[in-house]
């Protein structure tokens, strides 16, 4: 009996020792694999910002591969530079796997309207409406272009531009106006000073007439603006003459 039951513990702890070490083989085994995967993985460098050259040269020397996933307008990142990346930059890749990337197409550029002819205002809206704005406005008088149309612009039309640039333009004014020097026509008669006024693109007003004793028939007594005043051309000529 007794050696009977010194068997079944002998049985027993063996079978307890080789449970024991089945089971630190197996973990072994985990920790071998685990170490095996680990050694396998590489760190995924930051491609964001960078050529399509530099980041194929990056990848490579972590033993992983570059793959052109797609490409896009993109204003701040400017044309064959890297805008996105996956998987993200310091992550964890298994050796020769692929990182994808989009390449920047650069800011997408729109063409300047051609705006001659144009009123300042259609210009505005133009401008406006494709995503630039209205730079320098100047004005220069003109008999041929009508007043407040557009003559030229700068940059000029079709130019190929990213979006909020300025586009300069020069605006008609009309045809200039001169001014001219009030003279002092009291003395003469009105007959000689009509015609005179007419010519120099001023107009003759109101006449009103009053009787003064010993002066000549039509002699101009009074005039407004008075002599000296700067006249634009137009300018209405107001005259008091003797009746």
Known sequence: MRSLQGKLLRVVRWSFLAGILALAGFVSCLTAMRFAIRGSEVTVPDLMGRTVRDADRLV??????????????????????????????GSKLKRNRSVRVTVSLGARK???????????RTTQIALLSRGFTLGVTSIISSTEIEKDRVIAQDPLPLT???????????????????????????????????????????????????????????TILHQTPAAGFKLPEGTVIDLEVSR
């Open 110 to 120: 729109i063409p300047v309207p051609d705006l001659k002819g144009e009123s300042l």
């Open 60 to 89: 490579a020397l972590s033993q992983l591969q570059l793959e052109l996933e797609s490409h896009r307008f993109d204003e701040r990142v400017e044309s064959d530079h890297i805008v996105a990346q996956a998987p993200s930059p």
């Open 160 to 218: 190929r531009l990213t979006r909020s640039p300025r586009v300069s333009v020069l605006v008609s004014g009309g045809a200039s106006v001169r001014d001219y020097l009030m003279p002092s026509v009291t003395g003469n008669t009105l007959d000689e000073i009509s015609e005179a006024i007419q010519s120099t693109n001023l107009k003759v007003g109101t006449v009103t007439y009053r009787a003064i004793p010993g002066v000549l028939k039509g």
